[in-house]
Nanobody, 130 residues
Framework: QLQLVESGGRLVQPGGSLRLSCIAS???????????IGWFRQAPGKEREGVAC????????QYAESVKGRFTISIDNTKNAVYLQLNNLKPEDTAVYYC????????????????????WGLGTQVTVSS
C-alpha cells in the first residue's frame, strides 16, 4: 500500500517560486511494473486537474499545458521523493496540490485520467496572492 505525504505549500506572491515535496512510503519497480507519481491540483469551486507526472523507472514526464515552462517535476529515488518546482506563480495557480501514485506496466506516465491513480496524499495548500 503506497502512502504519500505532500509538503511545501504556503502563501507566495505573484511571480514567486515554491517547491513542493511528495514523500512516498516506497519506490520500487520490476521488469514490468513501476510507479508513476503525479501532481494534481484543485482550486476552489473547480474540478481537480492533472499538473505533471513522472515515472520512477524511465523518468518519463508529462505536463499540463497551463504549467509548461513554469513548473518542473523531478524525482529522487534515493529519498523516495518527487518534487514539483513552481516558478512564475500566478493567482490562478492557487489550489490544494495533491500527489498521487499509479502502479502500472505502461512506460512513461500520464496525468489523466486521474481515476487510474489509486494512491493519494492529503494535499498541501498553495496560495498565490499579493
Amino acid at each position: 500500500q503506497l502512502q504519500l505525504v505532500e509538503s511545501g505549500g504556503r502563501l507566495v506572491q505573484p511571480g514567486g517560486s515554491l517547491r513542493l515535496s511528495c514523500i512516498a512510503s516506497e519506490f520500487r519497480f520490476d521488469d514490468v511494473f513501476s510507479y508513476s507519481i503525479g501532481w494534481f491540483r484543485q482550486a476552489p469551486g473547480k474540478e481537480r486537474e492533472g499538473v505533471a507526472c513522472i515515472n520512477e523507472k524511465d523518468f518519463g514526464v508529462q505536463y499540463a499545458e497551463s504549467v509548461k515552462g513554469r513548473f518542473t517535476i523531478s524525482i529522487d529515488n534515493t529519498k523516495n521523493a518527487v518534487y514539483l518546482q513552481l516558478n512564475n506563480l500566478k493567482p490562478e495557480d492557487t489550489a490544494v496540490y495533491y500527489c498521487a501514485g499509479l502502479w502500472s506496466q505502461r512506460p512513461g506516465c500520464s496525468i489523466g485520467p486521474e481515476e487510474f491513480y489509486g494512491y493519494w496524499g492529503l494535499g498541501t495548500q498553495v496560495t498565490v496572492s499579493s
